[in-house]
């Protein structure tokens, strides 16, 4: 029977959709910055330069503070994503052992030992506890 690849989960996903923002924010926020320290560095009269920079100053808080917003979910989302790998690998291990219980009875039809069946149906609740234990988690 072939195996189906698994599907990753919407965790895994997730972060790499918010990768790109803070590094977006930030350079809008060094644009606002070069812009306000030309506008010092050209010597511009106070008077007309005090609503530019206003601005100016007022888009490179909102952008750093987007930053700052953003991240914040992003590393949500990262341990979100850590929680689920670990819940998986307790859903590949079990499944693992299940496969193994399965093996290791059938072998009983060809060696007709008797150890065969009582490691299968060990493997098997070892595989079925650790399936338990994934949902749980």
Known sequence: MPRIARIPTRSFIAPNRTTNGPITKKIRENTQETALSLIAALNVE????????????????KYAADAEKIQEEARAKDAETKKEEHRALYFDIGEGMLELGLVLCSLYFLA??????????LA???GTVLGVLGFLL
């Open 46 to 61: 106070p008077a007309k330069a005090e609503g530019v920079t206003h601005k100016l100053e007022t888009a490179r808080a």
């Open 112 to 121: 007709r030992k008797a150890f065969f069946p009582v490691f299968g149906v």
């Open 124 to 126: 098997s609740l070892v």
